[in-house]
């Protein structure tokens, strides 16, 4: 099936880990993003790459990194620099200008 | 400063009825104003919209934008407790091809 996959759909950070969150298209799509939600706000978008080897900070980069080595996978690291972790995360790739969203990680602090 | 903002922020009503549900938005670089239902996890795609006073319809939603008032309506006619989610408008940049979200409308849909 065609897709994008993201995994954990659950994850627990502890004070000051690095956690990194997956998220894999088999889509052949070029963009991909991350976006975060908190409730009751709309999405916020933190980084995003529109090629290989190459991506931007969104509006809310601090605390984040991300790689993008392959076409495929876009994963990102939630670093110990983010104090305000606990949010809802959101992969999402675009084509013909849609985007299509994987199903989500919530990530949260112990 | 870019920003995109709905109306309500939550609706609350009873199988049958109509909802209107509302985004506006400010941004210097408009190339189209989206859609999306996001129910559980994931937001679906509803419509894309790039022109104004052409309305899109699926089955009862429909949609239709306004860029000289700078807003966008979504229409659900004879609701059903299936739509139930919270509506997300998002514009999309010309120039980057950003996307700027709303804070999304919470909708209840009683039996």
């Known amino acids: 099936d065609g897709g994008i996959t993201q995994s954990p759909k659950y994850l627990f950070r502890k004070e000051g880990q690095n956690v990194t969150l997956s998220c894999e298209q088999n889509l052949n799509h070029d963009a991909m993003y991350w976006y975060r939600q908190d409730p009751g706000q709309g999405l916020r978008l933190i980084y995003y790459?529109?090629?290989?080897?190459?991506?931007q900070k969104g509006d809310i980069a601090e605390g984040y990194s991300v790689s993008r080595e392959k076409k495929e996978s876009f994963p990102l690291t939630v670093t110990s620099a983010q104090k305000n972790p606990t949010a809802f995360y959101l992969c999402?790739?675009?084509?013909?200008?849609?985007?299509?969203f994987g199903s989500g990680t919530q990530l949260s602090v112990l | 400063e870019d920003k995109v903002v709905q109306s309500p922020l939550s609706l609350v009503v009873h199988e049958g009825d109509t909802v209107t549900l509302n985004c506006s938005y400010e941004?210097?670089?408009?190339?189209?104003l989206l859609w999306y239902k996001q129910e559980k996890k994931a937001p679906t795609f509803l419509f894309m919209l790039?022109?104004?006073?052409i309305e899109k319809k699926s089955g009862r939603l429909s949609s239709i934008l306004d860029k000289k008032e700078l807003f966008s309506i979504l229409n659900i006619t004879a609701t059903q407790t299936g739509d139930s989610a919270v509506y997300l408008c998002?514009?999309?940049?010309?120039?980057?091809?950003?996307?700027?979200f709303g804070q999304g409308t919470t909708l209840q849909v009683k039996p």
């Open positions: 790459s529109q090629i290989v080897n190459d991506f």
């Open positions: 998002a514009v999309e940049m010309s120039n980057t091809g950003k996307l700027i």
């Open positions: 941004v210097t670089n408009f190339r189209s």
């Open positions: 999402a790739s675009t084509w013909n200008e849609k985007l299509f």
């Open positions: 790039t022109s104004s006073g």
